[in-house]
């Protein structure tokens, strides 16, 4: 079973959406029964609950029994139907939410990234074999990409990536392939309230200041 995909689902879409969840840890037992442990110890009963159990930003939608158990294969309450692996699905399609980053370690087989604590729970990211992206958060139709990550093969790749980048900086490499960090060129701030363009403009500052105190090589 995929759970690390995350889990949970419900009774109305409004209560599906009420209950978007960024912390906890799936658990299961010789029964092959799973459930989700809250940091605090509790867990959810007769209820839907978005999870991003494996901490990609994207939230998928799990039922939870009375007894606290994900339901799998099943249709619940008003016909909305989990899959084999508990997630909410419509016309077989996996339904996601993007939700904020629960942390502040970021990474892969190759680097890792330590951002400061007052980042958690302000950004969300998105990530592929060549390049990470971190988001402000507030809302997902107003996000704000604040930096690039990119992972590249060839000197020529890396001379297109840096040439659309502002405030670019060669991290080093790893593995015969080059990092480099920069903001992208023409990112907006329209759709943001003051307060949260001040947010922005500290986050990008701040990393741009300590990337290479952020930056780890595997």
Known sequence: MRIWKGLAA?????????????AGHWVHDGNGRWW????????????????????DCLAECYYFDENGYMVTNALIGMGYEVNADGAWVEDGTVQQKVVAYDGTVIGNDDYLITLPDSWEGNFYITQTEECLRVYFFPLKERAREIFEVHR??????????????????????????YYICGTP???????????E???IRRMTEDFEKNIMKYFEFQ
């Open 36 to 55: 989700w442990q809250e940091e605090d110890g509790s867990y959810p009963r007769d209820m839907w609950k978005w999870l991003d159990g494996d901490g």
């Open 152 to 177: 590249v093969g060839s000197l020529e790749e890396k001379r297109l990536i840096t040439a659309k980048m502002s405030g670019k900086q060669e991290l080093g490499w790893c593995r015969g392939y």
């Open 185 to 195: 060129q023409g990112s907006t701030m329209s759709g943001y309230e003051p307060g």
């Open 10 to 22: 419900g009774a109305a879409l409004s209560v599906l959406a009420a209950f978007p969840s960024y």
């Open 197 to 199: 363009r001040e947010m």
